[in-house]
T-cell receptor, first 116, second 114 residues
């Protein structure tokens, strides 16, 4: 089974500072990796995903992530944090379940706090 | 398109009561799934379905029942609610057979079992 580890259940940064949310995965096959964001009392929204090709992936709201196979990492970054970025962020890896199905294995999430 | 819709948004149950969480999608997605979200645990897969008449268990299926009679709907049943089932439940959908495709999530149902 695959697993996802997100380092830091809470990350606090100042407005305008760099955001770095860490994600490491374990997978026996080439992974499909996702970052989702959850704003308070809402569902999950896709930020970006890595499937194949370019290892630096750009997403919505100025976020990007780099797939590093040698480090089994998929860290999420944003050059300059905004107050509206305060949310819960989940890293996930897609896993085949058999019978043509696949499911997501999620990390435990990182709560991003933006200090004014 | 409404996307993935879930009802109710909030529910309080007493231990032993039963209820059905509703999920519907209008994107003609074959794959639908249910997750539960608990603090510090991320989201965990309860049940999933690759099409009408086909369902299977995920990581945490105990205490939950599902059926899939149409492409659009995928209800989740709690037969006898327990406090351990207090959680936020999310329904999701995507096209089947496309592992690189993202899942689309509903807004969630917040369930409290007392």
């Amino acid at each position: 089974a695959q697993s996802v580890t997100q380092l830091g259940s809470h990350v606090s940064v100042s407005e305008g500072a760099l955001v770095l949310l860490r994600c490491n995965y374990s997978s026996s096959v080439p992974p499909y990796l996702f970052w989702y964001v959850q704003y308070p009392n809402q569902g999950l929204q896709l930020l970006l995903k890595y499937t194949t090709g370019a290892t630096l992936v750009k997403g919505i709201n100025g976020f990007e992530a780099e797939f590093k196979k040698s480090e089994t990492s998929f860290h999420l970054t944003k050059p300059s944090a905004h107050m509206s970025d305060a949310a819960e962020y989940f890293c996930a890896v897609s896993e085949e379940l058999g019978g043509g199905a696949d499911g997501l294995t999620f990390g435990k999430g990182t709560h991003l706090i933006i200090q004014p | 398109n409404a996307g993935v819709t879930q009802t109710p948004k909030f529910q309080v149950l007493k231990t032993g009561q039963s209820m059905t969480l509703q999920c519907a999608q209008d994107m003609n997605h074959e794959y639908m799934s249910w997750y539960r979200q608990d603090p510090g645990m991320g989201l965990r897969l309860i049940h999933y379905s690759v099409g009408a008449g086909i369902t299977d268990q995920g990581e945490v299926p105990n205490g939950y029942n599902v059926s899939r009679s149409t492409t659009e709907d995928f209800p989740l049943r709690l037969l006898s609610a327990a406090p351990s089932q207090t959680s936020v439940y999310f329904c999701a959908s995507k096209p089947t057979g496309m592992i690189s495709y993202e899942q689309y999530f509903g807004p969630g149902t917040r369930l409290t079992v007392t």
